[in-house]
């Protein structure tokens, strides 16, 4: 009576030679093709002895602060997840290349245990410095290994880390894929003279990024769903620093991040900390619609912009969303269906910018109404220091007492109301939320020194 183990031997060891029947894809077949008589027949088949080697994944890095991300002047190491198909186990050596300019492998050799037909993992595995005049990218490697039976697939093997070096970062899940923007997006804002970085692999970190831009794709063609810790751990530390983030996609906020991620923090899912932190009081997971007309909404970076057609392929699970009252606004309102993109600057000093459509699949119309014009706007309203609405700073005068202070100011024509600013520190109201003032003073108790600032806003 033969074993599990024995007979799946017997059968790999029994399985036809097909690599001269399909030239390109030698050592790439596994054992063969199946050949049951001979699984029967053949006296004690053995597989070939050798190995083919696969590489799972890239896992985070081990950098100097720990923060995730490679930056100049910094080195680290990395975390490779492989995979051995073969019959018997080996000690292998590996051996890490690239002809990046922009880093210096200070020890590029590791040895290991490769198993018999499993998973292993590299760990802090090699030296890498990254100079300090480096610039943001991503650097490739290769990984090459040899070892005491032959590696006929996957002696070379490479993977790429990204450089964190300052300038607009740009993600999507398929390069250049239908119903995703980011190709469009980088190559609009290289037009318009930003230091742009491209890619499709979804880092652990957004740090030293002056901006962000993200693209999910939809249901039904090309798309990539928000579930992983390591999305929403890059994501929500980059807000909560500050960060400015464009979002796009079906299902990507009213779905993805109410659904994949429960009891990511504590008891908290994924949304009820991350759509405060994008502007967002409620998201709908919606359903189909095609562009008819998507018009800017008032006081936000879209205002005059229009579009009256897409060539989205899919428009399933369009989101709707409610902004957060005080600190975002509808920044796009589809007819008969509602609000589909969110402005909004938080109280971290965070801004971002959620869409439920395509911006790369938009039909331009003529100036404003243009996919490059939008983007443009967008980069306005990242790198602007002025809340919604904003319309002057009027005269101001400020009368101190024993206990309170009390701020008063002129009208301004069309405001319909104030924001009143209180810092700690003279001109710096970055990541302060304002207070909402419908007459012309205001009035606090003095609990310490406060600097004031007043801006008109019209809704």
């Known amino acids: 009576m033969l074993t599990q183990d024995e007979i799946v031997t017997r059968i790999k060891g029994s399985c036809d030679d097909v690599d001269s029947l399909n030239p390109g894809k030698e050592n790439l077949l596994g054992e063969g093709k199946l050949n049951a008589y001979r ?23 081990t950098d100097a602060n720990s923060n995730l991300a490679v930056e100049p002047g910094e080195t680290f190491s990395v975390n490779l997840f492989l995979r051995s198909y073969g019959f018997g186990s080996a000690s292998g050596v590996f051996t890490l290349s690239t002809t990046s300019p922009v880093v210096t492998i200070l020890d590029n050799s590791e040895t290991g245990i490769i198993p018999e037909d499993g998973y292993f993992t590299l760990e802090n595995a090699f030296s890498i410095y990254v100079l300090p005049t480096a610039t943001s990218r991503y650097v490739t490697f290769t990984l090459t290994t040899t070892a005491d039976l032959p590696v006929v697939a996957g002696n070379t093997l490479t993977f790429s880390i990204l450089i964190q070096a300052g300038g607009v970062f740009i993600w999507e899940g398929v390069a250049s894929g239908r119903d995703m923007s980011g190709a469009f997006i980088n190559t609009t804002l290289q037009t318009l003279g930003y230091t742009c970085t491209y890619g499709t692999t979804y880092p652990s970190s957004f740090y030293n990024f002056d901006a962000v831009f993200l693209s999910f794709g939809n249901p039904g063609s090309n798309i990539i769903r928000f579930s992983t810790s390591k999305m929403f751990n890059a994501l929500r530390d980059y807000l909560q620093s500050g960060g400015k983030v464009y979002i796009e996609g079906g299902d990507v906020v009213g779905f993805d991040m109410a659904t994949y991620l429960p009891d990511i923090e504590g008891e908290q899912d994924a949304h009820e900390i991350l759509w405060p932190l994008l502007g967002i009081s409620t998201a709908e997971d919606g359903s189909t619609n095609a562009i008819n007309l998507l018009s800017g909404m008032p006081s936000t970076p879209t205002e005059g912009i229009s579009f009256t057609a897409s060539a989205q392929t899919q428009v399933l699970s369009i989101d709707k969303f409610t902004p957060l009252p005080l600190s975002a606004k509808s920044a796009f309102e589809e007819s008969d269906y509602g609000c589909v993109a969110i402005a909004s600057a938080g109280n971290y000093g965070q801004r971002s910018f959620v869409f439920g459509y395509a911006l790369r699949e938009l039909t331009d119309g003529i100036l404003p109404h243009t996919r490059a014009n939008l983007v443009e706007k967008i980069m306005d309203f990242f790198e602007s220091t002025a809340f919604f609405g904003d319309l002057a700073i009027p005269e ?31 001109n710096d109201w970055s990541g302060i939320t304002p207070i909402v003032v419908n007459a012309l003073e205001y009035s606090s108790t003095a609990v310490a020194k406060k600097f004031f600032r007043v801006v008109a806003v019209k809704d």
């Open 39 to 61: 699984a029967l027949t053949d006296i004690a088949p053995l597989p070939d002895n050798e190995i083919r080697l696969g590489l799972i994944e890239t896992r985070d890095v």
């Open 396 to 426: 101001q005068s400020i009368v101190s007492g024993v206990d309170s202070v009390t701020v008063s100011w002129n009208a301004i024509t069309n405001a319909d109301y104030y924001h009143v600013y209180a810092s700690d520190v003279p």
